[in-house]
């Protein structure tokens, strides 16, 4: 008989259930102070927008030379998960910072990850 569930593919059923069980929990309101969601929450919803392994181990990091993870992070006018130049980052939730940041890397680098990963190399920004 042939197989149709893949490791890959149980791995992912597995962390879209988890993830979808806690948006709603992360809703943020302008002005509230959010709690710091765990990393591998967030590493969850970024393996999910990625488009395959490669991707993933790219944004991974990026996110993690940025903010190592924190929601929170700040460097002068740059905020959240991607060091965004955008106010909107300093009250967003994780998945909404995670989806500027991927809109961002399509916008510029062509939606790839590994571009953003090799010019951060070469220049420390993105």
């Known amino acids: 008989m ?4 893949t490791h890959k593919w149980l791995i992912t059923a597995i962390s879209f259930t988890l993830l979808i069980g806690t948006l ?20 969850t919803a970024l393996w999910l927008m990625s488009a395959n392994y490669e ?3 790219c944004h991974k990091y990026i996110i993690k030379k940025e903010s190592n993870f924190r929601t929170d992070a700040r460097n002068g006018s740059h905020y959240g998960l991607a060091q965004g130049r955008s106010r909107y980052l300093a009250t967003a939730t994780y998945t ?10 399509g916008a510029r680098y ?10 951060h190399l070469k220049h420390n920004w993105y």
């Open 2 to 5: 042939k197989q149709y569930f």
């Open 24 to 43: 709603g929990a992360t809703t943020a309101f302008a002005g509230t102070k959010q709690k710091q969601p765990s990393r591998e929450r967030i590493l």
């Open 55 to 57: 991707q993933y181990l």
């Open 96 to 105: 909404q910072q995670l989806a500027w940041y991927m809109r961002y890397i």
């Open 110 to 119: 062509s939606g790839d990850g590994c571009k953003a990963k090799a010019h």
